[in-house]
């Protein structure tokens, strides 16, 4: 037998990491084992899988109405308590957790009111480190003991001087780029410091200054486009922003541009009718099927969105009356009873 290991080291075998599928509930990391056997189910009928997941779907979002009703309790308390934007969280935590959490938040306000003052007016997303995002939400993570959430709370006012040193360099790019605007849509990008993005922001513009690439001042206003660090090519977005990547050789992006503005400028002006479909087929759905939420994963764009709900539509489904739909890639019955379907289901 051949005792070479999975990177060429002799004598040693490879044995990746299983952890227990409590760490996965209990972190909000998927289970690569349960999306390897739903990726295995991707070809399950959709009217016969929800005709087997119903009943347990429908136990798991009984169990669950209290503690629903409790985090927004506790959401709208703190909202108010503290005057936040908004109270989000970047992974798919369950209910429980999410109470949790903000359980500890309210203990802090009570504790250290004046320090949680200085998040008045942003957004608090639960992640998995503290910090400032770029896009200037107050990081909490989850895994950090309080004591560093109460020192990021009184240095909060700091992060000022770097937000403006930030739109400083974005409105340099944008100069670069013949008036094009740099924007960030956690949606789309890795959740990033905003010493991260900063640095990022600073390396692309490096790139570019030492080209000076030949745009027309103000040529490509109205364009939009966002970074990327894990692509290689410049691509155009389905709602009509360039996806950059921040090592794109300058002189390819140059002529990417060009040859696409007037495409990026079409797809804009359809933007808003795109959403415009998106909303209104999801509400439709919603009151055909009386669901009591429909909403999608992030990585599934909005032609795909209003491509499913069309579909959907068209189908008598009495199993989804008063259930939480969640529109992605894959079947599954999340912990607290929402129901997961791929968007392109099969009959």
């Known amino acids: 037998m051949d005792s070479q290991s999975h990177n060429g080291t002799p004598g040693t075998f490879y044995r990746p990491i299983k952890w227990d599928k409590t760490y996965y509930a209990f972190t909000g990391f998927k289970d690569p084992e349960e999306e390897l056997e739903?990726?295995?189910k991707m070809e399950t009928a959709l009217i016969s899988w929800l005709d087997m997941n119903e009943n347990d779907a429908k136990k798991k979002l009984k169990n669950s109405l209290p503690l629903r009703e409790e985090l927004d309790r506790l959401k709208a308390k703190l909202s108010y308590q503290l005057q936040l934007s908004n109270i989000r969280w970047q992974r798919s935590w369950g209910i429980a957790h999410r109470c949790s959490q903000l359980h500890?938040?309210?203990r802090l306000a009570?504790?250290?009111?004046e320090?949680?003052?200085?998040?008045?007016g942003r957004t608090v997303i639960f992640t998995d480190r503290s910090g400032v995002s770029a896009a200037g939400h107050v990081m909490l993570g989850t895994m950090d003991v309080h004591h560093h959430w109460i020192k990021l709370f009184e240095i909060l006012p700091s992060y000022c001087n770097l937000q403006r040193k930030q739109m400083i360099l974005e409105d340099r790019?944008?100069?670069l780029l013949g008036g094009m605007q740099i924007i960030y849509m956690e949606e789309l990008q890795p959740l990033l410091t905003i010493e991260e993005y900063y640095s990022t922001l600073d390396s692309f513009y490096s790139?570019?200054?030492s080209q000076r690439l030949s745009f027309h001042p103000r040529s490509l206003r109205g364009l939009l486009f966002i970074l990327e660090k894990d692509q290689y090519a410049p691509r155009l977005h389905e709602l009509g922003h360039f996806m950059v990547p921040t090592i794109c050789d300058p002189v390819s992006l140059h002529l990417f541009i060009l040859t696409k503005a007037q495409e990026a400028r079409d797809k804009l002006n359809r933007k808003e009718e795109l959403k415009m479909n998106e909303r209104e087929l999801t509400k439709a759905c919603t009151d055909k099927f009386s669901l009591k939420r429909l909403y999608k994963?992030?990585?599934v764009s909005s032609a795909q969105m209003t491509h499913c709900c069309k579909r959907l539509l068209e189908k008598t489904l009495p199993y989804l009356q008063g259930m939480h739909l969640c529109i992605s890639h894959f079947y599954s019955v999340l912990q607290?009873?929402?129901l997961c379907i791929p968007w392109n289901w099969k009959i």
Do not use: E, M, T
């Open 297 to 299: 994963d992030p990585s």
């Open 336 to 338: 607290d009873g929402d």
């Open 104 to 106: 500890s938040l309210s």
């Open 173 to 175: 790019i944008s100069h």
């Open 110 to 113: 009570q504790q250290s009111p």
């Open 115 to 120: 320090v949680l003052w200085n998040a008045k």
């Open 38 to 40: 739903q990726a295995q």
């Open 207 to 209: 790139r570019l200054f």
